[in-house]
Every structure is written in C-alpha cells, then in structure tokens.
C-alpha cells in the first residue's frame, strides 16, 4: 500500500493531493503536520540586547545620540514588539507581556530623546527616575515566574532588576558612581540576553544543547529540599 501512495504521489500529483485531501477528510489526524515556526524569543532577545547594551554606553558617554535614539526605537521598540506579537500566536503569556511592555518602553525611551532634542519640553532626572521605578517593580514581577523556566532568563531578569534599583537612586542623588554601576548591571543583562538568544538559534541549528541555559532555579531548590528525606530523618534522630 505504501509503494503505490510513493508511486501515485510521483507519477499523478493532482490524484496524489485528491486522495490527501479524502483521507484528511475521514480522518483529520492524518492531516500534514504544522509546518516549523521560528521561536520570536530569539528575535526579541536580539532586539532587546542591542537596545540595551547601546543605551549604556551611550549613557558611559561612548556612543552619540543619533544611534542610541535609533537603536531604542527599531531593536529595542519595534523588534520585540514583532516577537511579542508572535509569542502571542503561541500561547506564552510571559513572552507576550514581557517583550510587549519593554518594547513599549523601549518605543518611550526613543521618543524622549527625541522630544528632549527637539526642546519639547524639559526633562528633569526625576522624571526619568519616576519611570524607572515603574519598571523597576514591572521587572520584579517576571522575577519569580523567569525562576520556573531556567537559570540563564533569571539571571537576566535579576541583573536587570540590580540595575534599575541602582538607577532609581541614581536620578535621584547625584552621585556618579550609582549610575556606572546601573550601565553595567545593564549591559551584563543585555549580554544574557544574547547568550539565551544564540541558545535558541544553536539548539536550533545544531540539535543538541551547546549553550545551555541551566535548570529553573526554584526547582532545584525545591529538589534539594526535598532530596535524601531519609538522612535528614537520621541525622534528627542523632540530635533527639
């Protein structure tokens, strides 16, 4: 049976996709698997990452205005606004919300430097720290529910979250060394950012696990509490 569904598929492909679409019918299962969507994160993270990391040295005095504004708009604004989208085809809430509300902001930081070029208006640190306070509880919420899928998205949430706090005080108590260290909190979350975006694209192309992204944390926690009940039990005994 199967030599002659090859030998109709290669000799009558109208009959071919005819008889397809007949066993498809009597049996939906039998349909052609979904075609491979890309993963958005990889996109997103990109974005994400290079936004980042150009925004700090921008801040570190490095890099001019034109490029900063340009990169926070496009990779950091529009480009996880793309993946966020697509995560939503997907179903996962936490891509979703995540490179949605930071592409949005991304989109604000972008257009703040370009009304603030324009003389718009005047923009006093404290208003930009008020907005990074904002975001600074924005990100501590994705802290525990990153904890449950791997080490390597923690970590770049936690980094993130030490160099909002940092930068929270920073514009609002004029020493310099505050904000150094928030670039750099922030540049090593950009840089994580990259790493867990090259772990899609690797496992993607190569198929086996070159950069690894470590178990979610609270779970080997959890496991290590619950390891080895029985010599616990032994060495309560011992103490009893």
């Known amino acids: 049976m199967k030599a002659s569904i090859f030998e109709l598929k290669e000799n009558n492909k109208k009959n071919y996709e005819n008889l397809c679409a007949f066993l498809f019918e009597m049996d939906p299962s039998l349909g052609a698997p979904a075609r ?12 994400f990452g290079a936004a980042v990391i150009i925004f ?12 900063t504004m340009w990169t926070a708009i496009v990779l950091g604004g529009l480009m996880q606004l793309i993946a966020g989208l697509h995560e939503f085809k997907t179903g996962n809430n936490f891509g979703y919300a ?5 592409g949005g902001l991304w989109f604000c930081f972008g257009l703040i430097v370009l009304g603030k070029q324009f003389n718009w208006y005047e923009l006093p640190r404290t208003d930009m720290g008020m907005l ?9 919420l994705f802290l525990y529910p990153a904890a449950n899928i791997d080490m390597a998205l923690f970590s770049t949430f936690a980094v993130l979250f030490i160099g909002f706090v940092f930068g929270d005080i920073a514009h609002f108590v004029d020493f310099k060394p505050l904000d150094v260290i928030s670039c750099l909190c922030f540049i090593v979350g ?8 090259a772990h899609v694209i690797f496992l993607d192309i190569f ?16 496991n290590r509490r619950h390891a080895n009940p ?3 039990s032994m060495r309560n005994e011992q103490h009893a």
């Open 36 to 47: 491979k969507l890309s993963n958005p994160g990889a996109l997103g993270l990109g974005g």
């Open 56 to 67: 700090q040295l921008h801040s570190l005095g490095y890099v001019g205005i034109g490029p």
């Open 98 to 102: 995540a490179f949605n509300i930071f």
């Open 132 to 140: 990074l306070i904002v975001f600074t509880l924005f990100t501590f």
């Open 190 to 197: 950009g840089l994580l950012s990259w790493y867990i975006m």
């Open 207 to 222: 198929k086996k696990d070159i950069l690894p992204v470590g178990a979610p944390p609270l779970t080997t926690l959890m």
């Open 230 to 232: 029985a010599g616990q």
